[in-house]
């Protein structure tokens, strides 16, 4: 089939998804497709590479520039036009307001501090796209609307970006030549990623959807949910068909599972979760900062379990690599957007593949214990508001704990406008707002 027929049929399947969400949910109007595009984006490649322009991180793009801009600026006007309470907000989620309010302080000792405030930028967009799903009638129902828009619109994409257009949506590994499928990610395990927390949101949606059958008006919904499962599971294998080709994704979906059915069950014998979670969501950041200082993997033969090498796939060399640069600015790190440069990405490697890691490069332990504060409190105000086994905030509980696994080999901490952490701050938002308390109200959006 030629490539651009196979793209136009596609772009009509994904319009016939669309057209079936929108009926189905009643989600529309300019805000929703504005936090729709912005999640899409966010988890893409970017549209410089779609238009072959050569830049550098230093450089950036002038269409993301643009974009992000017009996103932003049509943000502010309707929250403007709708009378939104900014301060009141802003009290209620202090602490993201505190990490914004460092990074932009950071700026000041970074060595690019021009470079480093043009980053923060797109930091503050996520703040209006946050303020966005709150000034819509029904906040919950919006955020669930939007991400199933997202995933309707990316993997269908990504599947004929692979299969047709090569050039975007295929990459070869530079040591050993592998074939990798990044779709409409940068890199494969950003599609891996994305289609782990696809997964998770299909299936909690596919199994709460059958939980309760008296409320749909039609299967139809349960049957694309369920084709996109299939699509997500599908790229998340990758072109070997192999559940280890991203591990971390693996092992982050595998994690969030276990963490709603262990929630769940919880939940349905009425025990409180208490500290518990809490204590493991600490665990979990303390062996996550720990492995990259200390430079080594603490658990013999895990690597091998995993089918990787002893470095876990060169991670440890990085870590190894970077930790010099860690001990000089371990306080405060070199500012918000001030490490990596094209340089550094070309000699040691394109992040330092743990979250944790990579946030003491940038904001220093400081930073560190902010998002690490901001997580915890996370996880603490969603266990409380849990008071039946189809809570959404089981949902957001096993996401949570996706996010903080995933970092261990990969970076998303650090930072709000990738869209893993973008899922995370909309339902930290969400949560402070007090939006999962009608529980009736959430079987019927979900």
């Not at 936090?35 to 779609?50: A, C, E, N, Q, R």
């Not at 690019?112 to 797109?122: E, K, N």
């Not at 939940?267 to 990259?292: C, H």
Request: aromatic fraction near 14%; glycine fraction near 8%; charge should be positive.
């Amino acid at each position: 089939m030629p490539p651009h027929l196979a793209l136009i049929l596609v772009i009509g399947f994904i319009s016939i998804l669309l057209y079936i969400e929108v009926k189905w949910s009643g989600e529309t109007g300019l805000a929703i497709w504005i936090i729709s595009l912005w999640l899409l984006y966010s988890g893409s490649k970017g549209l410089g590479v779609f238009f072959k322009i050569n830049t550098t991180i230093e450089a950036g793009s002038i269409p993301d520039r643009y974009f992000l801009l017009g996103l932003g600026v049509f943000g502010i006007l309707i929250l403007l036009k709708r009378r939104f309470q900014w301060q009141l907000t802003f009290k209620k989620n202090w602490l993201f307001m505190l990490i914004l309010a460092y990074m932009l302080l950071s700026v000041t000792w970074s060595s690019v501090p021009g470079i480093s405030f043009r980053r923060w930028g797109r930091e503050f967009i996520v703040l209006i796209v946050a303020c966005l799903l709150l000034s819509e009638t029904n906040p919950l129902k919006a955020f669930f609307s939007t991400f199933r828009k997202v995933i309707y619109i990316y993997l269908p994409l990504s599947l004929v970006l692979i299969k047709y257009f090569p050039a975007f949506g295929r990459e070869y590994n530079r040591w050993t030549g592998e074939l990798m499928w990044v779709g409409m990610a940068s890199q494969k395990n950003g599609l891996a990623l994305f289609c782990a927390f696809s997964a998770i949101f299909l299936i909690w949606s596919l199994w709460k959807g059958l939980g309760n059958r008296g409320l749909l008006e039609s299967k139809l919904p349960l049957l694309v949910d369920a084709s996109m499962l299939v699509l997500a599971i599908y790229l998340m294998t990758g072109p070997k068909r192999t559940i280890n080709y991203s591990v971390t994704s693996f092992l982050s979906l595998l994690t969030g599972l276990i963490a709603v059915l262990i929630v769940k069950q919880t939940t349905k014998k009425q025990l409180r979760l208490g500290k518990g979670v809490i204590a493991v969501v600490l665990l979990i950041i303390l062996i996550g900062t720990f492995m990259p200082l200390s430079g080594k993997i603490q658990v013999k033969g895990l690597a091998q379990i995993l089918g990787r090498s002893e470095t876990l796939t060169g991670r440890t060399d990085i870590w190894n690599s970077l930790l010099p640069y860690a001990k000089k600015h371990m306080i405060l790190g070199y500012g918000y957007g001030g490490f990596w440069t094209t340089y550094l990405r070309e000699t040691i490697a394109s992040n330092a593949h743990n979250g944790y890691l990579d946030t003491i490069l940038t904001m220093g332990l400081i930073g560190l214990i902010l998002f690490s504060c901001f997580l915890i409190k996370f996880v603490s105000v969603s266990s409380k508001l849990i008071d039946n086994e189809w809570n959404s905030a089981i949902f957001f509980l096993g996401i949570i704990f996706m996010y903080l696994v995933h970092n261990i080999g990969e970076t998303l901490l650090g930072e709000f406008q990738s869209l893993p952490s973008a899922l995370i701050l909309l339902m930290s938002f969400l949560i402070n707002e007090g939006h999962l308390q009608n529980n009736k109200e959430e079987i019927s959006v979900t």
